[in-house]
């Protein structure tokens, strides 16, 4: 299948997406259809951050939302706050155009515990 909202989801992070595929943020429902099952997605894309992100289960969601959202809402929502957070970590800390960047964004979801779950584009 194919989702139109999780194509422009990805296209909002650029090369950044790698950061989720890699940190295992991004989940595939196609290819991960148990986990999406188990997480009752019936909208994608959708974001859910957990208290423990190695256990996904609905009952595990601290919150979540659905659609496509800006890099500043995701930066919001993983209580990003845009203030060198840690001398040591290069990209979370740095900023494009006032906006956060994608990669640093991408680096604190991980940290929130965040996921988002998405059909293939």
Not at 48 to 56: E, V
Not at 84 to 98: E, K
């Amino acid at each position: 299948r194919f989702c139109i909202y999780c194509k422009k989801q990805k296209t909002e992070f650029g090369e950044a997406f790698d950061k989720l595929r890699k940190h295992q943020i991004y989940v595939e429902c196609e290819a991960a259809p148990k986990e999406c099952e188990v997480m009752e997605i019936k909208e994608t894309p959708s974001w859910f951050r957990f208290n423990d992100a190695s256990n996904r289960t609905v009952n595990n969601t601290v919150d979540s939302m659905t659609g496509v959202q800006s890099l500043e809402t995701l930066a919001k929502w993983s209580n990003f706050d845009h203030e060198y957070m840690d001398n040591t970590t290069r990209m979370r800390t740095r900023q494009l155009q006032g906006a956060p960047n994608a990669t640093a964004v991408a680096e604190k979801l991980k940290d929130a515990g965040a996921v988002m779950y998405g059909m293939n584009w």
